[in-house]
């Protein structure tokens, strides 16, 4: 499989992202780069065409929790010695041995949206297709898989959101910010 260029790039910032979030002894930057990390990973979500993931991605991952980060830091105190966190030669193997093996596995990978992947000439994807309309009364099949065959998974995405956008708010105002 050839990752096209704007996959690659993002994947190449996840990759940064997560090497800066993991070296960077300031707290805050590494918060920041968690951030850029968890946006990468939705935008990657909606290359791979999974729009709903991506925006619980963005909001509980790169917002929710991003804000919810920096007020703990807010009100802790923080000290500030170096800027770089040292890596063990056992843990940068460990890393490297991770990412060849997860590597390894991307060629193995259908390009995304190639007509004879499995997702697409299966037969679940056929009976979707054929009994959508029937069955749920919802014109457009992604809907239709969403809201009638997969409610309860779709009921309860929302409702994590939901609540992590609440116990947001919660947190934000009882916060007094000088």
Do not use: C, H, K
């Not at 729009?51 to 790169?62: R, Y």
């Not at 259908?110 to 297709?129: E, N, R």
């Amino acid at each position: 499989m050839s990752l096209s260029l704007p996959v690659a790039a993002v994947l190449l910032f996840m990759l940064g992202s997560a090497l800066a979030a993991a070296v960077l002894r300031d707290v805050v930057g590494s918060i920041v780069a968690f951030a850029g990390y968890s946006f990468g990973v939705a935008v990657l979500w909606a290359f791979l065409r999974a729009p709903d993931v991506a925006l619980t991605e963005a909001a509980v991952g790169a917002g929710i929790t991003t804000v919810l980060f920096l007020l703990t830091i807010a009100r802790t105190s923080v000290s500030r010695s170096e800027r770089f966190e040292g890596i063990s030669l056992r843990s940068g193997l460990a890393v490297v041995a991770i990412v060849v093996t997860v590597g390894a596995t991307v060629p193995a990978l259908p390009p995304v949206g190639a007509a004879g992947t499995p997702i697409l000439s299966g037969d679940v994807s056929q009976y979707y297709l054929d009994n959508a309309y029937e069955q749920t009364g919802v014109t457009n099949v992604v809907t239709a898989v969403l809201v009638g065959y997969r409610g309860f998974d779709t009921l309860g995405e929302v409702a994590v959101v939901f609540a992590a956008g609440i116990a947001m708010l919660l947190v934000l105002r009882r916060e007094a910010f000088v």
